[in-house]
């Protein structure tokens, strides 16, 4: 599972026309989810997203998690960050899950995220989704997590 995570002033989602999610300040996570994901990496994910330091401190460093500045989470189901354009000039779709599979996992993240104390907005799944962000810094970051080792 791996997200693509920008620090922002405020961001949005719409759809048709229609806001489905907004948030101040906070984090923007497009949330990408691969066959082999599951809800350990849907808990691991949330608790990285809640506990990542990107926000400054005093001392002007990226030294606070989104959880200590009162910060704000829109989670977005982004299945095109495991398109792989290796080959050719059109990506493939085979690292990202079936919809059927990801949904839930991307329901998970938002469930555990909020479980953590977090504000959360989303998108809305499968929907041709408009995403607006103010991308503060600019501070983008991807984060990825993997199953434990056995």
Same mark, same amino acid.
């Given at each position: 599972m791996r997200a693509l995570i920008q620090r922002v002033t405020r961001a949005s989602v719409t759809v048709d026309g229609e806001l489905v999610g907004a948030i101040g300040a906070g984090l923007c996570a497009l949330v990408g989810v691969t066959p082999t994901d599951g809800p350990v990496e849907a %808990? #691991?994910?949330?608790? /990285?997203?809640?506990?990542?330091? &990107?926000?400054?401190?005093?001392?002007? +460093?990226?030294?606070?998690?989104?959880?200590?500045?009162?910060?704000? &989470?829109? &989670? &977005?189901?982004?299945?095109?960050?495991?398109?792989?354009? +290796? /080959?050719? +000039? %059109?990506?493939?779709?085979?690292?990202?899950?079936?919809?059927?599979? #990801?949904?839930?996992?991307?329901e998970a993240v938002v469930a555990e995220l909020r479980a953590l104390g977090a504000t959360v907005a989303t998108g809305r799944f499968r929907a041709d989704m408009a995403v607006e962000l103010v991308n503060d810094g600019p501070v983008t970051l991807l984060v990825e997590v993997d199953a434990p080792s056995a």
């Open positions: %808990r #691991a994910l949330a608790a /990285k997203l809640w506990h990542l330091r &990107v926000f400054e401190g005093a001392d002007g +460093r990226m030294d606070r998690p989104v959880a200590a500045v009162g910060g704000e &989470v829109l &989670v &977005v189901s982004q299945f095109t960050l495991y398109g792989d354009t +290796r /080959k050719g +000039r %059109r990506p493939s779709w085979v690292a990202a899950a079936p919809p059927e599979q #990801a949904e839930p996992l991307i």
